[in-house]
């Protein structure tokens, strides 16, 4: 199955449950996408002073201006945006699913500047980040018990190149009991980058 279909919405159901209607907002989507320029084209820039200034002030009009619709997690619309590419958040990576079966999925991911590490590579904690995004969805798939991260491994095979499209894996390796062994890769298009290995323990009723 493509998410060319119409079936991405499906794909990131986050913690398993569909979202009421009316949460889907193109316009929230499209400022989450101007702030990861912004954040990208930030991390890249070497602005004059004034021009420096000048974007502090406009940056900080829009922080005033947001200041007055300040919600709480229930409200929330970042990061729930299940619809769009990266989910209305400027947090994980943006992740764009192709398959998805429940337990395993494929998806294309590309690092921007914001991810930088050093010396071209993107950041070490950037990856962890994915992985622990993308594994721990699959470990909360649709209809399964929610479970938060107890442990994450991640193994960098490869230096992982910025603003290049990515493979990133991830399958449901086993379950015992309360614990989902859940396995990740990220590839280009020639090497084995990174592999991870997570654990994630399925929470108690008074975890919820
Ligand atoms: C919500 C889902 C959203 C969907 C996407 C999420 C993506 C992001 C996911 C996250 O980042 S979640 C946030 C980061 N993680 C946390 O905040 C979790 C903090 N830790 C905890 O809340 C508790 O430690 C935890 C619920 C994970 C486990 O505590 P419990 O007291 O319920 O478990 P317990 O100690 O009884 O251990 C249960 C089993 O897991 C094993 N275990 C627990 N922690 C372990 C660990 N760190 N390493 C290895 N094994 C571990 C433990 O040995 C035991 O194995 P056995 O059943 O075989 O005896």
Partial sequence: MSA???VR???NLW?????????EDPDFTRLADAVRRLQDQFTASRPPPALAAHSADTIEDLVAALAGYQVGEPDQVAGRQFAA???GQTFVPPVEIDTFDGDSVTARVSFGRFYLGSN???HGGAISLLFDDLLGQVANAPGKPRSRTASLSVDYRRVIPLETEL???AHTSRVEGRKVFVS????SDRHLLAEAEGLFVRLLADQQ
């Fill in 9 to 11: 919405e499906h794909y």
């Fill in 85 to 87: 590419v990266g989910r």
């Fill in 184 to 187: 990740g890769a990220l590839r």
């Fill in 120 to 122: 071209g590579a993107v």
């Fill in 167 to 169: 493979t990133v894996t």
């Fill in 15 to 23: 913690l398993g449950r569909r979202q009421p209607p009316g949460t």
């Fill in 4 to 6: 060319a279909d119409g």
